[in-house]
């Protein structure tokens, strides 16, 4: 499985409440590295740990802003190219997990544009 399908199946496995660690293992495989402190965080972000979603975030996203309009209203926005705006938000009842879906949106958006 490529990692946009793996990213793809993640997606719609959080957004339906049926992820295992199978599919963050897909994305994410823990190895020796810090890999596996994203996998962690992403898990955790799913059960909607902010801290967890936070760290998700700053890992990888460094340099993006992030938001939240109402509780299970989050964004995340590309602000560190001038004249480009890359902008990607999420609902979901668990402010975490919509923040990790919007950080999924915007990790498949950019492997669509390889």
């Known amino acids: 499985m490529s990692r ?10 959080v957004e339906d409440g049926t992820a295992t660690y199978d599919h963050f293992n ?7 590295d810090d890999t596996w402190r994203i996998n962690w965080w992403a898990w ?9 979603a936070r ?3 700053d890992a990888v996203r460094p340099g993006w802003a992030w938001g ?7 964004w995340i926005e590309r602000v560190d190219l001038p004249g480009r705006s ?3 938000q999420s609902d ?3 402010p975490a997990r919509a923040w990790l879906l919007a950080v999924i949106a915007s990790l498949i958006d950019e492997d669509e544009g390889k």
């Open 26 to 32: 897909a994305v994410w495989p823990p190895q020796e």
């Open 86 to 88: 890359d902008r990607f």
């Open 92 to 94: 979901n009842p668990k």
């Open 68 to 74: 939240r309009q109402w509780s299970g209203h989050m």
């Open 4 to 13: 946009l399908d793996a990213l793809r199946a993640l997606k719609n496995a």
């Open 55 to 57: 760290a998700l975030h």
């Open 44 to 52: 955790r972000a799913c059960a909607n740990d902010l801290n967890a």
